[in-house]
C-alpha cells in the first residue's frame, strides 16, 4: 500500500537502479513528455538521466516506441508510462502494451504503468498493462490510486502490483524510506476498493461534464473527447500560445488552467511538446464546468 501513487512513482525509481543491475552506459529513465512531476523527481533523485519521449498528436499523444535507438534502451533502467496518459487522455492499446513489454524483456528494464486514471472513463474501460505482462508480471509494475477512482486525494492512499522479485525490493525501501498508510486509512481503502458503486456514480457525472464540453468545444481548439482521464487537452496555439491564454482566461475569464509547456520539457531539438495547449480538469460540478467552458470560448474568440 502507498501514499498515493505519486509517492509510490517516485520511490519506484529510486528502487530500479539497483534492481535492474549495471546498464552499457548511463543509466537512464524513460517517461512521455508531458509527463507527470514525480517521474522527473525520481528520476533525478535516483542518478539517472531524464530521457523525455515526445507524446504529440502525431503518435496518439503516446510515446513512439519505434522511434527509440538500441543505445539508449541498453541503458534503460525504467520506463514510465501512463495510460490513460495526463494530460491528453489517450488510452494504449494491448498491441502498444506488448511492444513495450517484449522491450523490457530483452533489454531487462522495468515498467512502471501509471494507471491512476484507468477508472474514469466515458465510454471503453482502458486495459492495463497487467493484462499483458505475463502470469508472473516479470517487469511490470503497475501504480493505482483512489484519488481519482473515488474523489480521494486528500487521503493519499493507492497501491503498487505486479513484479514480485521488484515489489520486494521496493517493500525494503519504503520500509525505511517512506511514510506507512496509517491502519484507519487502510481500512477506509478497503472500503473504498470493495464498493464499485461510487465509482460508476463518479464515471456518470463525468460523462455529463464530457457531453457538456463535445458540445461546447465542439470543431474549437483541436478538442476531441478523451479516452480516459478528466482532462481536456486544448490546442491554443492562434490564440496567443498555451502562457499567454493562461494568463488571459484568469484574469479576464476567471478560469483557471495550465499552459501545456509547463507540464512538459524541451527535447533536444529545443521542441517542446506541450508548447500551445492548455489543461484544463472537469473536475468541478456540472454547473461550473459549462460555466467556464462558456468563458473560455467567450474570452478566446
Known amino acids: 500500500m502507498l501514499n498515493g501513487s505519486r509517492e509510490g512513482l517516485f520511490s519506484a525509481a529510486l528502487t530500479a537502479k539497483d534492481h535492474v543491475g549495471e546498464r552499457r552506459g548511463r543509466p537512464a529513465i524513460l517517461m512521455p513528455n508531458p509527463f507527470y512531476p514525480a517521474y522527473g523527481a ?97 517487469n511490470v509494475v503497475a501504480f493505482q490510486s483512489l484519488s481519482k477512482r473515488s474523489n480521494l486525494p486528500g487521503m493519499r492512499v493507492g497501491f503498487a502490483a505486479g513484479d514480485r522479485k521488484f515489489l520486494a525490493a521496493f517493500h525494503e525501501l519504503r520500509n525505511v524510506a517512506a511514510p506507512q498508510v496509517p491502519v484507519p486509512l487502510q481500512h477506509v481503502a478497503v472500503a473504498a476498493y470493495g464498493d464499485e458503486a461510487h465509482v460508476e456514480e463518479n464515471r456518470k457525472l463525468y460523462r455529463i461534464k464530457f457531453d457538456l464540453a463535445d458540445q461546447i468545444l465542439a470543431g474549437r481548439y483541436g478538442y ?62 456540472s454547473e461550473s464546468t459549462a460555466e467556464a467552458l462558456h468563458r473560455l470560448v467567450e474570452t478566446l474568440a
Not at 504529440?56 to 538500441?70: C, H, Q, R
Not at 473527447?225 to 479576464?252: I, M, N, Q, T
Request: net charge negative; charged share 25%.
Open 42 to 138: 525520481g528520476t533525478k533523485t535516483a542518478g539517472c538521466e531524464q530521457i523525455y519521449l515526445p507524446t504529440t498528436i502525431e503518435n496518439g499523444f503516446l510515446p513512439d516506441l519505434d522511434a527509440i535507438d538500441e543505445a539508449t534502451l541498453a541503458r534503460t533502467v525504467a520506463f514510465y508510462i501512463a495510460s490513460p496518459a495526463n494530460p491528453q487522455g489517450s488510452v494504449a492499446s494491448p498491441d502498444y502494451f506488448r511492444k513495450l513489454k517484449a522491450l523490457s524483456d530483452r533489454f531487462g528494464f522495468i515498467i512502471f504503468s501509471d494507471e491512476c486514471y484507468s477508472e474514469i472513463y466515458t465510454r471503453e474501460a482502458p486495459g492495463s498493462m497487467l493484462e499483458c505482462a505475463g502470469p508472473d508480471f516479470k
Open 224 to 285: 476531441k473527447r478523451p479516452a480516459g482521464g478528466f482532462c481536456v487537452w486544448l490546442d491554443v496555439s492562434k490564440h496567443g500560445g498555451d502562457e499567454a491564454a493562461a494568463v488571459k482566461l484568469y484574469r479576464d475569464a476567471g478560469v483557471r488552467v495550465i499552459p501545456g509547456s509547463y507540464l512538459a520539457r524541451p527535447q533536444a531539438d529545443g521542441f517542446n511538446p506541450g508548447a500551445g495547449y492548455i489543461r484544463l480538469a472537469l473536475v468541478s460540478d
